[in-house]
Antibody, heavy 122, light 108 residues
Framework: QVQLVQSGAEVKKPGASVKVSCKAS????????MHWVRQAPGQGLEWMGI????????SYAQKFQGRVTMTTDTSTRTVYMELSSLRSEDTAVYYC???????????????WGQGTLVTVSS | EIVLTQSPGTLSLSPGERATLSCRAS???????LAWYQQKPGQAPRLLIYGVSSRATGIPDRFSGSGSGTDFTLTISRLEPEDFAVYYC?????????FGQGTKVEIK
């Protein structure tokens, strides 16, 4: 069965960086794009970007351009999302989410990780 | 960027009743790339509907989606106790992918 297992909660100071991992299993890792979505406390869902796990091509939401980097390690079937220059407004649960269709950029998100809480506080 | 506006913000209903949730897009959604997700407290979202009206794997047939262009609807024919949650629509046909602000379905 498909599983996405994320790394544990993080507490960071303003200005620092955080790197969240998402380890995939149960499907052909390189055939499906992976997205990152975040959710601030009590708020809605916000798309951050997408990565092609096979070729590492990425596309980021304009809001996060210059601050976010998504990478992949095919040997461990893991994708990473690093967010830099953290501020209090970045406090949120960060999710990885698998694209539903093979080799396709434009599909719904059919499996989600359990979420990683990142708290930014001085 | 396509802005999705969901209504109502909160829907207060009893088990067994019908729920109708609306999602309106600021411009036409490309190729019917519209999805609905359910989220319960402390959990990740779960895909219910994709391509406007196709149910995801394992989703009961009391959930149905409809619409086209800029107006979309999620209908839950008879609410079960486990259906009380927050529901989000999403368009995934253009970047950035965007979500509505959510509709909370609560027990009356």
């Amino acid at each position: 069965q498909v599983q996405l297992v994320q790394s544990g909660a993080e507490v960071k100071k303003p200005g620092a960086s955080v790197k969240v991992s998402c380890k995939a299993s149960g499907y052909t890792f390189t055939n499906y794009y992976m997205h990152w979505v975040r959710q601030a406390p009590g708020q809605g869902l916000e798309w951050m970007g997408i990565i092609n796990p096979s070729g590492s091509s990425t596309s980021y939401a304009q809001k996060f351009q210059g601050r976010v980097t998504m990478t992949t390690d095919t040997s461990t079937r893991t994708v990473y999302m690093e967010l830099s220059s953290l501020r209090s407004e970045d406090t949120a649960v960060y999710y990885c989410a698998k694209s539903r269709g093979e080799f396709s950029l434009y599909r719904a998100f059919d499996y989600w990780g359990q979420g990683t809480l990142v708290t930014v506080s001085s | 960027e396509i802005v999705l506006t969901q209504s109502p913000g909160t829907l207060s209903l009893s088990p067994g009743e019908r729920a109708t949730l609306s999602c309106r897009a600021s411009q036409s959604v490309s190729s019917s790339y519209l999805a609905w997700y359910q989220q319960k407290p402390g959990q990740a979202p779960r895909l219910l509907i994709y391509g406007v009206s196709s149910r995801a794997t394992g989703i009961p047939d009391r959930f149905s989606g409809s619409g086209s262009g800029t107006d979309f609807t999620l209908t839950i024919s008879r609410l079960e106790p486990e259906d009380f949650a927050v529901y989000y629509c999403q368009q995934y046909g253009t970047s950035p992918r965007t979500f509505g602000q959510g509709t909370k379905v609560e027990i009356k």
